[in-house]
């Protein structure tokens, strides 16, 4: 067992992450706002107002963004000793460690990671090849110790994953899909769980690690057959570790939940729920119902009647309510960027960790009355003051015990949940998993799981080996995705002879993206060459120019199957040497595009995607940040357009989306450049009139059909009070409901390979 307590165990903590600059922030010129002068410190600056400076005080301000260079290995470590940098390991060890701590002394931990997509929560989390994150750190360092104990106690480690996305609850275990996701219940004595999640036994690490490559996979396939962002989704993994004395028929349990949220950026134009509602999107009501409990909690807490804590208007705030308002020591980390061009979404950020902090102080502080709350109460605290502000926060999380009854000593795992002395059996720590084992529930034993899972592990290990071995030999397609956590991650081999591809079940490659056609296309491996050929009407694009006919690949095509499904093309052995894979992400196949679409707006705009796609570095001195950064836009906002588009003709809408520039090199009389916008022209595929020139007002943009969607554009138009643009999700959901009545109707098509708008609130 881990020894006296080190000072991270401490209970409600809000840490903020800064990382470094991406390489397309690099490329576009942007600056860095964001500055830490201490360990606790974060202040950010208004790039349009330099003098403009906010600084925020939370329990760790991790400084990630530079002084830091790679070992041998590929870790990130510091680059000199005075450097400030803080790396995976400065984060696990203030920040993992207390979770372990915690774990061992049998409390509950829930870490959660907040920020907008991209900004880090992934990698803070799970991390990044060498650069491993809290998660698989936790699982390591928790199997490493149980090797050293030496006492008469067995202990159980359970891991679940799953996916909460729009409201819906996916096993990221189990390849089995329920229709309408599982089902979130509540049990009188264990509070919410989710009905039929699997929770995996584990003897060691190197499962763990195995079953998260599972997860990532069976997450990836579902991200890649739905055509929905990760970033839309929250992930929660939990690790349910149990002690069992077996001298003293005691357990001890602690379930352990890291939780990687949706991108927060939608976040800021939702306001209140009923408004969100109007908007037209779900994805994020676990995000506002998760600001809506922490606010009332902080209400609960300065004394204000708080009749009802809104747990229940969303699948994450049920499942975290004991984290939220119970037994649990909890830690939010906040994941921001660097970039100015960020800034908003920056603020927001810190803003709500903040709010996360005020709410931690004040529930602690006031000590929240019992009957504040609408079930069970809430966390007991103690708290200390530094400088005038609450520097160490600690729950007073009761240990979960319980009372073993062993039905025989050889098995000694039948474990009856009690409810004894501990405040566990009221308020168990178990967030997700179904009631554990015992004789009363007829679940099968500790033993009985084991053997189960051995099974299914050498099964497993079979399919890894036999994947392996299918690497090294064949000619695969990798996917792209958005997410650079779920990229390569899933592998279609073209064997030998020729193979269709497509979403039919017969197909030999079995895809099922956003515009792919039950037989989409057929690949030939004859004579140490590989072909594919499209399907009549199928959209088949090489390295950003779409084919028609038989084409030859080669090592490291680019492949864009149907709207926006990305392969990158892994050629034969012989054909393949030690290039960087990671070169070729998602932005590189937009930007692709976007090189063969930009001619006909202007030619010097082909430069600037060349220092885009690295492919000029020499000339990055010569690119204009303000159009780097326009075409960062652009590029992020590709594939919600292919999107829309592919929905709109799948439900004969007859509406025509496309992307533009505006200004993307007019000047005014002066010769200022003029603010260059992205925009999404809508039009009537057959009129070609704009679609918007009768609900200007409705959409808040300007007439003619060229609306801004959400950009940097944006940034000054709402400071200059005009209102919140809409997000293009919104913007589109209403181009369609305004002047198509019968969409809602529609959307419910089977036909429809993803809804991701759903009617609004009357
Ligand atoms: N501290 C860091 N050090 C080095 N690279 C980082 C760091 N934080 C993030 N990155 C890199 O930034 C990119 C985006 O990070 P990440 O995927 O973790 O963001 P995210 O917030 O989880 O996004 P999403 O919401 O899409 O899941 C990744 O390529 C990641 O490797």
Redesign the pocket.
């Known amino acids: 067992m881990m020894t006296a307590p080190l000072p991270s165990t401490d209970g409600v903590r809000v840490a903020v992450?800064v990382?470094?600059f991406?390489q397309r922030e690099k490329t576009s010129g942007s600056k860095c706002v964001i500055s830490m002068h201490s360990r606790t410190t974060t202040t950010i600056q208004d790039p349009k107002n330099p003098e403009h400076r906010k600084t925020f005080t939370f329990d760790l301000a991790y400084w990630?963004h530079d002084g830091f260079q790679k070992d041998q290995d590929g870790v990130?470590i510091s680059a000199d000793p005075s450097s400030q940098f803080a790396s995976q390991k400065d984060v696990f060890h203030d920040l993992g460690r207390g979770i372990l701590d915690s774990a061992w002394q049998g409390y509950n931990a829930t870490l959660l990671a907040y920020?907008?997509?991209?900004?880090?929560?992934?990698?803070?989390m799970v991390g990044?090849g060498a650069?491993k994150g809290i998660t698989p750190n936790v699982c390591e360092e928790l199997f490493q110790a149980i090797e050293k104990q030496e006492g008469n106690e067995e202990y159980q480690v359970t891991f679940s994953m799953l996916e909460i996305y729009n409201e819906q609850i996916r096993d990221l275990l189990s390849r089995t899909k329920k229709p309408g996701g599982l089902k979130v219940r509540e049990d009188q004595q264990l509070g919410f769980y989710v009905d039929g999640l699997k929770s995996v036994p584990c003897e060691n690490y190197a499962q763990i690690e195995r079953l998260m490559e599972q997860g990532t996979k069976i997450r990836t396939t579902a991200s890649t057959n739905m055509n929905a962002s990760?970033?839309r989704s929250h992930m929660v993994i939990t690790i349910q570790f149990k002690q069992v004395f077996l001298d003293s028929d005691l357990t001890k349990q602690s379930s352990i939940n890291l939780v990687?949220l949706?991108?927060s950026e939608r976040q800021k134009s939702s306001g209140s729920e009923g408004d969100r509602l109007k908007e037209g999107s779900r994805v994020n009501l676990s995000l506002t119902s998760l600001g809506n409990v922490i606010s009332a909690l902080a209400d609960a807490a300065t004394g204000k009647r708080v009749l009802h804590v809104p747990y229940r208007d969303s699948v994450l705030t049920k499942l975290l309510q004991p984290a939220l308002g119970g037994n649990s020591r909890t830690t939010l980390i906040a994941?921001i960027s660097p970039a100015d061009i960020c800034y908003e979404e920056t603020l927001s950020t810190l803003r709500y960790a903040e709010s996360g902090i005020t709410w931690a102080e004040r529930l602690l502080f006031c000590q929240l009355p019992a009957s504040a709350l609408q079930r069970g109460p809430g966390p007991e605290c103690v708290f200390m003051f530094a400088h005038g502000r609450a520097k160490k926060i600690q729950n007073k999380a009761v240990v979960n015990t319980s009372m073993l009854m062993r039905e025989s000593k050889a098995e000694n795992n039948k474990v009856l949940l009690t409810r004894g002395n501990s405040r566990m059996a009221e308020r168990p720590a178990c967030l997700l998993a179904e009631p554990g084992p015992g004789p009363q529930t007829g679940q099968p034993t500790w033993a009985h799981q084991l053997e189960q899972a051995r099974e299914e592990w050498h099964q497993q290990y079979l399919a890894i080996a036999q994947e392996r071995q299918m690497t090294e030999t064949f000619p695969h397609l990798l996917n792209v995705n958005?997410?650079?956590?779920l990229a390569g991650v899933l592998k279609y081999f073209i064997q030998a002879g020729s193979c269709d591809a497509g979403r039919a079940a017969s197909n030999a490659i079995l895809l099922q993206g956003l515009g792919i056609s039950d037989k989409h296309a057929s690949f030939t491996n004859l004579d140490g060459k590989v072909t594919v050929t499209p399907q009549s009407k199928c959209k088949v694009v090489i390295n950003g120019v779409p084919i028609m006919t038989k084409t030859k690949l080669q090592h490291l095509d680019r492949i864009i199957l149907g709207s926006n499904s990305a392969y990158l093309y892994i050629g034969f052995p012989s054909e393949r040497g030690n290039e960087d894979l990671n070169r070729f992400d998602y932005d590189f196949f937009q930007l692709e595009q976007l090189q063969k679409d930009v001619p006909e707006q202007v030619a010097s705009a082909q430069e600037h995607c060349a220092v885009f796609l690295g492919a000029a570095g020499r000339r990055e001195g010569n690119a204009d940040p303000s159009v780097l950064a326009v075409f960062q836009d652009y590029v992020k906002l590709m594939p919600l357009v292919a999107e829309a588009n592919q929905m709109g003709e799948e439900l004969e809408k007859g509406l025509r989306m496309e992307l533009k520039v505006k200004n993307l090199v007019s000047s005014d009389s002066r010769g200022y450049d003029l603010q260059k916008e992205v925009m999404v022209k809508v039009t009537h595929q057959r009129t070609h009139e704009p679609v918007f020139r009768d609900e200007p007002r409705l959409l808040q943009g300007p007439p003619g059909g060229l609306l801004p969607p959400k950009s940097t554009a944006g940034v000054g138009k709402r400071a200059a009070g005009e209102g919140d643009h809409p997000s293009l999700d919104d913007l589109l959901y209403r181009a369609m409901s305004c002047s198509f009545p019968g969409f809602h109707t529609s959307v419910r098509s089977p036909k429809v390979v993803k809804i991701f708008w759903v009617k609004p609130a009357v």
Do not use: V
Request: charged share 20%.
């Open positions: 992450r990382r470094p991406s990630s990130f920020g907008q997509t991209g900004s880090g929560k992934s990698y803070s990044f650069n990760s970033s990687d949706a991108g994941a958005e997410d650079p956590q």
